[in-house]
């Protein structure tokens, strides 16, 4: 060690209040690694065990009631908070139509409130309101209104086995309206 390092280091050892004699190597020891253990995630808290997903565990003992975004409902939402028609709501139920109406007010697509409750275990959707549509929701629906374009979106953008974000549908849709209102434009 050249006498600069040295002397750097005495002066840290000093400021960290240890003795000089810790850097002499017959006072050095070997120190035993740290036992790590992870933090207990809910999963453990619960005794999910690893060989099945920790979710399709939790859903079969009534933890969650996993849902997945059906953007025929999307849409019939949003017309339905337009015109207050809810009869197209009907024939879902409850827990279902409040899903999605909580993704159209995560969206920004309507105002609203759903109200459910969470006993710990299930998540229960209760009831919902819709105030009122917001200017997103209202391209938004503009973009999916006309049934001849919503049905091409099934074949070609909604598909079963494509993937798929709402920003991707909403350029596509809008894309085909363009071409309906303009078809002397080429396609943009």
């Given at each position: 060690?050249?006498?600069?390092?040295?002397?750097?280091?005495?002066?840290?050892?000093?400021?960290?209040?240890?003795?000089?004699?810790?850097?002499?190597?017959?006072?050095?020891?070997?120190?035993?690694?740290?036992?790590?253990?992870?933090p207990p995630t809910i999963a453990d808290s619960l005794g999910v065990q690893q060989e099945t997903s920790v979710l399709q565990q939790l859903a079969n003992r009534g933890f969650l009631n996993p849902m997945k975004r059906d953007m025929d409902l999307i849409r019939a939402v949003l017309m339905?908070?337009?015109?207050?028609?809810?009869?197209?709501?009907?024939?879902?139920?409850?827990?279902?139509?409040?899903?999605?109406?909580?993704?159209?007010?995560?969206?920004?697509?309507?105002?609203?409130?759903?109200?459910?409750?969470?006993?710990?275990?299930?998540?229960?959707?209760?009831?919902?309101?819709?105030?009122?549509?917001?200017?997103?929701?209202?391209?938004?629906?503009?973009?999916?209104?006309?049934?001849?374009?919503?049905?091409?979106?099934?074949?070609?953008?909604?598909?079963?086995?494509?993937?798929?974000?709402?920003?991707?549908?909403?350029?596509?849709?809008?894309?085909?309206?363009?071409?309906?209102?303009?078809?002397?434009?080429?396609?943009?």
């Open positions: 060690m050249d006498e600069l390092s040295g002397a750097v280091l005495s002066h840290t050892l000093a400021l960290m209040h240890l003795p000089q004699s810790s850097m002499d190597p017959k006072f050095q020891r070997q120190i035993p690694p740290a036992k790590v253990s992870k339905t908070a337009e015109d207050e028609n809810h009869e197209r709501l009907e024939s879902h139920s409850l827990d279902v139509v409040c899903f999605h109406v909580q993704l159209c007010i995560d969206a920004q697509f309507v105002e609203g409130k759903v109200v459910s409750d969470f006993d710990g275990r299930t998540l229960t959707w209760e009831s919902y309101a819709v105030m009122r549509l917001t200017w997103l929701g209202s391209d938004a629906l503009d973009a999916m209104r006309d049934a001849t374009i919503w049905n091409k979106a099934h074949q070609h953008v909604l598909k079963p086995t494509a993937s798929w974000t709402f920003s991707l549908l909403f350029d596509w849709l809008k894309a085909e309206a363009r071409q309906r209102i303009f078809p002397q434009l080429p396609p943009t």
